[in-house]
Protein backbone atom coordinates (compact mmCIF):
# COMPACT_ATOMS: atom_id res chain seq x y z
CA UNK A 1 0.00 0.00 0.00
CA UNK A 2 1.25 3.72 -0.85
CA UNK A 3 2.49 5.66 1.92
CA UNK A 4 1.60 9.39 1.59
CA UNK A 5 3.38 12.29 3.38
CA UNK A 6 1.44 13.59 6.11
CA UNK A 7 0.61 16.88 6.03
CA UNK A 8 3.80 19.92 6.28
CA UNK A 9 5.83 16.67 8.03
CA UNK A 10 8.12 14.16 7.23
CA UNK A 11 6.66 11.37 8.51
CA UNK A 12 4.50 8.83 5.70
CA UNK A 13 1.40 7.00 6.51
CA UNK A 14 -0.49 4.49 4.54
CA UNK A 15 -3.21 5.91 2.03
CA UNK A 16 -5.34 4.02 4.25
CA UNK A 17 -5.60 4.78 8.15
CA UNK A 18 -7.22 1.41 10.39
CA UNK A 19 -10.04 2.82 12.96
CA UNK A 20 -10.60 1.17 16.34
CA UNK A 21 -13.32 2.53 17.58
CA UNK A 22 -15.22 -1.10 17.65
CA UNK A 23 -12.99 -3.40 19.43
CA UNK A 24 -13.66 -3.77 22.49
CA UNK A 25 -17.39 -2.81 21.72
CA UNK A 26 -18.92 -4.33 18.63
CA UNK A 27 -15.82 -7.05 18.50
CA UNK A 28 -13.81 -8.54 21.21
CA UNK A 29 -9.71 -8.95 21.62
CA UNK A 30 -9.52 -12.25 19.62
CA UNK A 31 -11.29 -10.84 16.31
CA UNK A 32 -9.64 -7.48 17.46
CA UNK A 33 -5.96 -8.55 17.34
CA UNK A 34 -7.00 -10.53 13.56
CA UNK A 35 -8.11 -7.13 12.43
CA UNK A 36 -4.83 -5.69 13.48
CA UNK A 37 -2.38 -8.41 12.01
CA UNK A 38 -4.41 -8.53 8.95
CA UNK A 39 -4.48 -4.59 8.67
CA UNK A 40 -0.62 -4.88 9.35
CA UNK A 41 -0.20 -7.41 6.57
CA UNK A 42 -2.16 -5.54 3.79
CA UNK A 43 0.33 -2.22 4.75
CA UNK A 44 -1.42 -0.23 7.28
CA UNK A 45 0.82 1.22 9.35
CA UNK A 46 -1.69 4.33 10.42
CA UNK A 47 -4.09 3.10 13.37
CA UNK A 48 -6.28 5.24 14.86
CA UNK A 49 -7.82 5.47 18.54
CA UNK A 50 -8.58 7.60 21.49
CA UNK A 51 -8.60 7.40 25.44
CA UNK A 52 -12.52 7.30 25.70
CA UNK A 53 -13.31 4.62 23.38
CA UNK A 54 -15.39 2.48 24.18
CA UNK A 55 -16.95 4.28 27.14
CA UNK A 56 -20.72 4.85 25.85
CA UNK A 57 -21.18 0.79 25.61
CA UNK A 58 -22.40 -0.99 28.86
CA UNK A 59 -20.34 -3.47 28.28
CA UNK A 60 -17.44 -1.81 27.84
CA UNK A 61 -15.39 1.28 29.64
CA UNK A 62 -12.97 4.03 28.53
CA UNK A 63 -9.52 3.13 27.68
CA UNK A 64 -11.06 -0.24 27.11
CA UNK A 65 -9.69 0.09 23.15
CA UNK A 66 -6.00 1.22 24.05
CA UNK A 67 -5.56 -1.69 26.15
CA UNK A 68 -6.64 -4.01 23.20
CA UNK A 69 -4.10 -2.18 21.02
CA UNK A 70 -1.51 -1.51 24.08
CA UNK A 71 -1.68 -6.10 24.13
CA UNK A 72 -1.49 -6.85 20.63
CA UNK A 73 1.37 -4.67 19.97
CA UNK A 74 3.44 -6.24 23.38
CA UNK A 75 2.11 -9.60 22.18
CA UNK A 76 3.39 -8.55 18.42
CA UNK A 77 6.61 -6.22 18.81
CA UNK A 78 4.40 -4.28 16.28
CA UNK A 79 5.05 -1.33 18.29
CA UNK A 80 8.05 0.30 15.88
CA UNK A 81 6.18 -0.68 12.62
CA UNK A 82 3.12 1.66 13.63
CA UNK A 83 1.77 5.17 13.45
CA UNK A 84 0.08 5.25 15.88
CA UNK A 85 -2.66 7.87 16.51
CA UNK A 86 -4.72 8.39 19.91
CA UNK A 87 -6.82 11.28 21.52
CA UNK A 88 -8.15 13.16 24.53
CA UNK A 89 -10.94 15.40 25.58
CA UNK A 90 -13.60 13.23 27.10
CA UNK A 91 -15.03 12.24 30.45
CA UNK A 92 -12.56 9.43 31.74
CA UNK A 93 -14.48 9.31 34.69
CA UNK A 94 -17.31 11.53 36.67
CA UNK A 95 -13.95 13.72 37.85
CA UNK A 96 -14.98 17.13 36.27
CA UNK A 97 -10.95 17.17 35.90
CA UNK A 98 -10.43 13.94 34.74
CA UNK A 99 -11.91 15.77 30.88
CA UNK A 100 -11.20 18.76 28.97
CA UNK A 101 -8.13 19.92 27.77
CA UNK A 102 -6.41 21.84 30.52
CA UNK A 103 -2.43 20.79 31.35
CA UNK A 104 -3.32 19.18 34.13
CA UNK A 105 -5.70 16.53 32.02
CA UNK A 106 -3.15 16.74 29.08
CA UNK A 107 -0.60 15.29 31.69
CA UNK A 108 -3.35 13.08 33.48
CA UNK A 109 -4.18 11.79 29.96
CA UNK A 110 -1.06 11.06 28.36
CA UNK A 111 -0.08 8.74 31.19
CA UNK A 112 -3.39 6.80 31.29
CA UNK A 113 -2.60 6.62 27.11
CA UNK A 114 0.91 5.64 27.66
CA UNK A 115 0.31 2.70 29.78
CA UNK A 116 -2.87 1.29 28.67
CA UNK A 117 -0.88 1.57 25.16
CA UNK A 118 2.18 -0.21 26.33
CA UNK A 119 4.05 2.33 24.78
CA UNK A 120 6.35 5.07 25.60
CA UNK A 121 5.36 7.45 22.77
CA UNK A 122 2.38 8.52 20.54
CA UNK A 123 3.19 9.56 17.07
CA UNK A 124 -0.07 12.18 17.10
CA UNK A 125 -1.85 13.16 20.06
CA UNK A 126 -5.06 14.63 18.82
CA UNK A 127 -7.71 16.78 21.05
CA UNK A 128 -10.87 15.03 20.02
CA UNK A 129 -12.62 18.39 19.98
CA UNK A 130 -12.07 21.66 21.60
CA UNK A 131 -12.57 22.61 25.28
CA UNK A 132 -14.11 26.02 25.36
CA UNK A 133 -13.04 26.50 29.23
CA UNK A 134 -9.48 25.99 28.65
CA UNK A 135 -7.50 28.71 26.93
CA UNK A 136 -5.78 27.67 23.08
CA UNK A 137 -2.50 28.78 24.55
CA UNK A 138 -2.84 26.37 27.44
CA UNK A 139 -3.78 23.45 25.68
CA UNK A 140 -0.90 24.15 23.43
CA UNK A 141 1.53 24.70 25.94
CA UNK A 142 0.44 21.55 27.50
CA UNK A 143 1.01 19.32 24.35
CA UNK A 144 4.34 21.25 23.17
CA UNK A 145 5.84 20.01 26.70
CA UNK A 146 5.06 16.17 25.42
CA UNK A 147 6.63 17.17 21.95
CA UNK A 148 9.96 18.42 23.88
CA UNK A 149 10.10 15.51 26.45
CA UNK A 150 9.80 13.33 22.94
CA UNK A 151 6.43 11.47 24.17
CA UNK A 152 4.56 12.77 21.77
CA UNK A 153 5.77 13.58 18.00
CA UNK A 154 3.23 15.44 16.26
CA UNK A 155 -0.77 16.72 17.20
CA UNK A 156 -3.39 17.32 15.49
CA UNK A 157 -7.23 18.30 16.68
CA UNK A 158 -10.74 16.80 15.24
CA UNK A 159 -14.31 18.04 15.49
CA UNK A 160 -12.59 21.54 16.35
CA UNK A 161 -14.78 24.44 14.30
CA UNK A 162 -12.55 25.94 11.18
CA UNK A 163 -11.87 29.31 12.82
CA UNK A 164 -10.45 27.30 16.08
CA UNK A 165 -8.34 25.35 14.57
CA UNK A 166 -6.41 28.88 12.59
CA UNK A 167 -6.79 30.53 15.69
CA UNK A 168 -4.46 27.69 17.15
CA UNK A 169 -2.33 27.84 14.26
CA UNK A 170 -1.36 31.29 14.86
CA UNK A 171 -1.21 31.49 18.41
CA UNK A 172 1.24 28.21 18.04
CA UNK A 173 3.14 30.50 15.52
CA UNK A 174 3.58 33.35 18.00
CA UNK A 175 4.15 31.52 20.76
CA UNK A 176 6.71 29.79 18.91
CA UNK A 177 5.19 26.29 19.71
CA UNK A 178 4.21 23.25 16.88
CA UNK A 179 0.78 23.82 15.62
CA UNK A 180 -1.75 21.05 15.33
CA UNK A 181 -0.63 19.36 11.71
CA UNK A 182 -4.10 17.52 11.29
CA UNK A 183 -8.12 17.40 11.38
CA UNK A 184 -10.04 14.76 12.00
CA UNK A 185 -14.05 15.66 10.45
CA UNK A 186 -16.32 13.20 9.15
CA UNK A 187 -16.63 12.83 5.30
CA UNK A 188 -18.09 10.60 2.94
CA UNK A 189 -20.12 10.84 -0.21
CA UNK A 190 -23.33 11.59 1.87
CA UNK A 191 -21.48 13.78 4.29
CA UNK A 192 -19.40 16.22 2.66
CA UNK A 193 -20.40 19.80 3.66
CA UNK A 194 -18.35 19.95 6.70
CA UNK A 195 -14.93 19.39 4.66
CA UNK A 196 -15.84 21.16 1.45
CA UNK A 197 -17.28 23.82 2.96
CA UNK A 198 -15.17 24.46 6.22
CA UNK A 199 -11.80 22.89 5.72
CA UNK A 200 -10.34 22.77 2.28
CA UNK A 201 -9.61 26.33 1.75
CA UNK A 202 -7.50 25.98 5.37
CA UNK A 203 -5.66 22.86 4.57
CA UNK A 204 -4.50 23.80 1.47
CA UNK A 205 -3.25 27.21 2.50
CA UNK A 206 -1.69 25.65 5.85
CA UNK A 207 -0.70 22.35 4.48
CA UNK A 208 -2.43 20.35 7.24
CA UNK A 209 -3.43 16.76 6.62
CA UNK A 210 -7.33 15.56 6.47
CA UNK A 211 -7.95 12.44 8.02
CA UNK A 212 -11.33 12.11 7.60
CA UNK A 213 -13.64 9.72 9.67
CA UNK A 214 -17.06 7.42 8.70
CA UNK A 215 -15.69 7.35 5.15
CA UNK A 216 -18.71 5.11 4.37
CA UNK A 217 -20.95 6.66 6.48
CA UNK A 218 -20.90 4.06 9.46
CA UNK A 219 -22.12 1.54 6.99
CA UNK A 220 -24.61 3.34 4.82
CA UNK A 221 -22.35 3.46 1.94
CA UNK A 222 -21.91 -0.24 1.69
CA UNK A 223 -24.99 -2.41 0.33
CA UNK A 224 -26.73 -3.10 3.78
CA UNK A 225 -28.79 -0.16 3.92
CA UNK A 226 -31.60 0.10 0.86
CA UNK A 227 -34.44 2.66 0.35
CA UNK A 228 -38.02 1.09 1.53
CA UNK A 229 -36.74 -1.77 3.24
CA UNK A 230 -35.96 -2.65 6.92
CA UNK A 231 -33.06 -1.36 8.91
CA UNK A 232 -30.05 -3.81 9.03
CA UNK A 233 -29.62 -5.52 13.00
CA UNK A 234 -26.36 -4.07 14.15
CA UNK A 235 -25.55 -1.09 16.63
CA UNK A 236 -24.72 1.49 13.74
CA UNK A 237 -27.93 1.61 12.64
CA UNK A 238 -29.95 4.05 14.90
CA UNK A 239 -27.49 6.34 13.96
CA UNK A 240 -26.85 5.69 10.17
CA UNK A 241 -30.70 6.12 10.17
CA UNK A 242 -30.69 9.78 11.66
CA UNK A 243 -28.34 10.93 10.28
CA UNK A 244 -28.62 9.70 6.47
CA UNK A 245 -32.52 8.38 5.88
CA UNK A 246 -33.18 10.76 3.12
CA UNK A 247 -34.13 10.62 -0.66
CA UNK A 248 -31.02 12.35 -1.56
CA UNK A 249 -28.77 10.34 0.28
CA UNK A 250 -30.57 6.99 -1.27
CA UNK A 251 -30.05 8.63 -4.46
CA UNK A 252 -26.49 9.49 -3.93
CA UNK A 253 -26.15 5.34 -2.95
CA UNK A 254 -28.13 4.01 -5.71
CA UNK A 255 -25.51 5.79 -7.86
CA UNK A 256 -22.47 4.53 -5.95
CA UNK A 257 -24.62 0.74 -6.67
CA UNK A 258 -24.74 1.47 -10.44
CA UNK A 259 -21.04 2.71 -10.78
CA UNK A 260 -19.92 -0.58 -8.63
CA UNK A 261 -21.81 -2.58 -10.51
CA UNK A 262 -20.37 -1.24 -14.00
CA UNK A 263 -16.74 -2.24 -12.30
CA UNK A 264 -17.84 -5.66 -10.64
CA UNK A 265 -17.00 -3.84 -7.20
CA UNK A 266 -18.68 -3.66 -4.14
CA UNK A 267 -20.01 -0.44 -3.20
CA UNK A 268 -18.17 0.16 -0.08
CA UNK A 269 -15.04 0.10 -2.55
CA UNK A 270 -16.39 2.79 -4.88
CA UNK A 271 -17.43 5.35 -2.22
CA UNK A 272 -13.81 5.09 -0.63
CA UNK A 273 -12.34 4.89 -4.30
CA UNK A 274 -14.16 8.24 -4.43
CA UNK A 275 -12.87 10.09 -1.31
CA UNK A 276 -9.26 8.66 -2.20
CA UNK A 277 -9.37 10.50 -5.71
CA UNK A 278 -9.52 14.04 -3.49
CA UNK A 279 -6.11 15.46 -3.57
CA UNK A 280 -7.36 17.12 0.01
CA UNK A 281 -7.51 13.85 1.37
CA UNK A 282 -4.51 12.19 3.32
CA UNK A 283 -5.67 9.19 4.42
CA UNK A 284 -9.19 8.23 5.20
CA UNK A 285 -10.12 6.05 8.45
CA UNK A 286 -11.85 2.97 7.83
CA UNK A 287 -13.57 0.87 10.22
CA UNK A 288 -14.00 -3.22 10.07
CA UNK A 289 -15.22 -5.27 12.06
CA UNK A 290 -14.24 -8.47 10.23
CA UNK A 291 -11.77 -9.65 7.98
CA UNK A 292 -13.76 -9.96 4.95
CA UNK A 293 -14.84 -6.00 5.29
CA UNK A 294 -11.31 -4.90 6.30
CA UNK A 295 -10.40 -6.85 3.03
CA UNK A 296 -13.03 -5.63 1.04
CA UNK A 297 -12.18 -2.04 2.14
CA UNK A 298 -8.54 -1.76 1.53
CA UNK A 299 -8.58 -3.13 -1.72
CA UNK A 300 -10.72 0.20 -2.65
CA UNK A 301 -7.08 2.03 -3.43
CA UNK A 302 -6.76 -0.38 -6.51
CA UNK A 303 -10.31 0.88 -7.76
CA UNK A 304 -9.64 3.72 -10.10
CA UNK A 305 -12.59 5.46 -11.44
CA UNK A 306 -13.46 6.86 -14.79
CA UNK A 307 -13.63 11.25 -14.59
CA UNK A 308 -16.89 10.76 -15.77
CA UNK A 309 -17.80 8.49 -12.97
CA UNK A 310 -16.07 11.31 -10.89
CA UNK A 311 -18.32 13.64 -11.83
CA UNK A 312 -21.77 11.90 -11.48
CA UNK A 313 -20.49 11.19 -7.93
CA UNK A 314 -19.80 14.72 -7.35
CA UNK A 315 -22.98 15.78 -8.98
CA UNK A 316 -25.61 13.50 -7.06
CA UNK A 317 -23.98 14.26 -3.89
CA UNK A 318 -23.83 18.38 -4.29
CA UNK A 319 -24.16 20.28 -1.60
CA UNK A 320 -23.69 23.91 -2.69
CA UNK A 321 -27.31 24.09 -3.96
CA UNK A 322 -28.61 22.47 -0.97
CA UNK A 323 -26.77 25.54 0.94
CA UNK A 324 -27.46 27.73 -1.30
CA UNK A 325 -31.07 27.62 -1.24
CA UNK A 326 -30.88 28.12 2.72
CA UNK A 327 -28.95 31.42 2.51
N1 LIG B 1 -12.84 11.82 15.77
C1 LIG B 1 -14.04 11.36 15.96
O1 LIG B 1 -14.89 12.00 16.61
C2 LIG B 1 -14.43 10.03 15.36
C3 LIG B 1 -15.79 9.66 15.27
C4 LIG B 1 -16.10 8.44 14.68
C5 LIG B 1 -15.06 7.61 14.22
N2 LIG B 1 -13.75 7.97 14.35
C6 LIG B 1 -12.64 7.11 13.86
O2 LIG B 1 -12.91 6.72 12.51
C7 LIG B 1 -12.98 5.29 12.43
C8 LIG B 1 -13.99 4.91 11.38
O3 LIG B 1 -15.26 5.51 11.65
P1 LIG B 1 -16.58 4.73 11.33
O4 LIG B 1 -16.60 3.44 12.06
O5 LIG B 1 -17.72 5.67 11.48
O6 LIG B 1 -16.28 4.43 9.75
P2 LIG B 1 -17.16 3.88 8.56
O7 LIG B 1 -16.18 3.21 7.66
O8 LIG B 1 -17.99 4.96 7.98
O9 LIG B 1 -18.15 2.82 9.21
C9 LIG B 1 -17.64 1.61 9.69
C10 LIG B 1 -18.78 0.63 9.88
O10 LIG B 1 -19.38 0.34 8.62
C11 LIG B 1 -19.63 -1.06 8.51
N3 LIG B 1 -18.72 -1.53 7.43
C12 LIG B 1 -17.43 -1.16 7.22
N4 LIG B 1 -16.95 -1.77 6.12
C13 LIG B 1 -17.94 -2.52 5.63
C14 LIG B 1 -18.05 -3.37 4.51
N5 LIG B 1 -17.03 -3.54 3.69
N6 LIG B 1 -19.24 -4.00 4.31
C15 LIG B 1 -20.26 -3.82 5.13
N7 LIG B 1 -20.24 -3.03 6.22
C16 LIG B 1 -19.07 -2.38 6.47
C17 LIG B 1 -19.32 -1.64 9.87
O11 LIG B 1 -20.46 -1.53 10.71
P3 LIG B 1 -21.62 -2.61 10.82
O12 LIG B 1 -21.03 -3.93 10.42
O13 LIG B 1 -22.06 -2.51 12.23
O14 LIG B 1 -22.67 -2.11 9.87
C18 LIG B 1 -18.27 -0.68 10.42
O15 LIG B 1 -18.20 -0.65 11.82
C19 LIG B 1 -13.31 4.82 13.86
O16 LIG B 1 -12.90 3.50 14.09
C20 LIG B 1 -12.49 5.82 14.67
O17 LIG B 1 -11.12 5.43 14.71
C21 LIG B 1 -13.44 9.18 14.88
Known sequence: MKKVKFGNTGMKVSEVTL????????IDEEQSFKIMDRALELGI???????????????????????????????????????????????????????????????????????????????????????????????????????DDGIVNYIGASNILPWKFVESLWKAQELGYQRFESIQPPYNLARRMIIELRY???????????????????????????????????????GVEMRYYSDKKFDILEKVEEIAKHHDAKISQVALAWML???????????ANSIEQLEENVAAVELKLEKDELDQLDDISDWISDYEAMR
Not at 233 to 238: A, E, F, L, N, V
Request: proline share 4%; net charge neutral.
Open 277 to 287: SKDYITSPIIG
Open 45 to 147: NFFDTADIYTRWSELSYAGKTEEIIGRWMADRGTRDDLILATKLRGPMSEDINNRGLSRRHINQAINGSLSRLQTSWIDLYQIHSSDDDTPIEETLHGMNLLI
Open 200 to 238: IDIVKKYNIAIIPYSPLGGGFLTGKYKRGTDMPDTPRSK
Open 19 to 26: GTMQMGWR
